[in-house]
């Protein structure tokens, strides 16, 4: 989690990384970044568009502890799967994982984002800065979900996805906000699985909407044998 800012700093800072975005925005080029980590008490971030009335998440987002409401699955394809998911933010939101067992409620997560408080994350619109690859403040929290294409494995694939998954992790030290950001992670995740990916320069939203699109909204994925 991140470590509390002063007001102050934190609103003038956002300020600033908005103000970035608008401009990326306005010349077409846009970005696909996510700052979740904001101070708990900017009114800015306790704001979830499209779910006004939503209770403030949890405190914690340790994976071992959190325990996720589901969806409920009338169809569920196998035992195994990738939930490749978008979230509000307090700037154009987040792009992650979830992925795990569907007869189990523990999930984990992986996602890149800046390491640190709202100044790596305003510089990283700059230059690379030091990032983190797992749970990030809001990641496990329904009410701030904007969109999710989960796909189902079979249990000899997921082993060999999960693992890919958790060397992206170990492997990606640094966060960009034009080249190396959320959606080009997750989307190097769908590229191992064989899905058709979309430019990774696009809101976390339409990123995961857009995959979903490309691929058919096919529920099972099978790797290919060289995998």
Same mark, same amino acid.
């Given at each position: ?9 934190? @609103?003038?800072? =956002? ?15 846009? %970005?696909? %970044? ?5 101070? @708990? ?30 969806? %409920? ?89 999960? %693992? ?20 080009? =992670?997750?989307? @190097? ?9 979309? =430019? ?17 909204? @096919? ?9």
């Amino acid at each position: 989690m991140a470590r509390a800012i002063r007001r102050a700093p934190s @609103r003038l800072l =956002f300020v600033v990384g908005t103000s970035l975005f608008a401009a990326y925005v306005g010349l077409g080029t846009g %970005s696909s %970044s996510a700052q979740q980590e904001v101070a @708990r008490n900017d009114p800015q971030h306790q704001r979830a568009p499209r779910k006004p009335d939503a209770a403030a998440p949890s405190d914690s987002t340790s994976t071992a502890d959190a325990k996720p409401t589901r969806r %409920s699955q009338t169809a569920v394809s196998g035992p195994y799967y990738v939930d490749f998911r978008a979230r509000t933010a307090a700037s154009y939101g987040h792009a992650f994982v979830w992925f795990g067992k569907t007869s189990e409620r523990q999930v984990e997560v992986a996602g890149l984002h800046p390491k640190g408080d709202m100044l790596p994350y305003v510089i990283g619109h700059l230059t690379w800065v030091p990032a983190e690859t797992g749970a990030s403040y809001g990641d496990l929290d329904e009410q701030y979900l904007t969109a999710s294409y989960r796909v189902y494995l079979s249990e000899a694939d997921a082993k060999k996805v999960f %693992s890919y998954i958790k060397h992206l992790q170990a492997t990606s030290p640094v966060w960009n906000a034009e080249t190396t950001n959320c959606t080009s =992670f997750i989307g @190097r995740i769908a590229s191992f699985m064989g899905l058709e990916t979309p =430019f990774h320069i696009m809101l976390p939203e339409d990123y995961v909407n857009q995959l979903k699109a490309l691929n058919g909204g @096919r529920r099972m994925v099978r790797l290919a044998s060289y995998r």
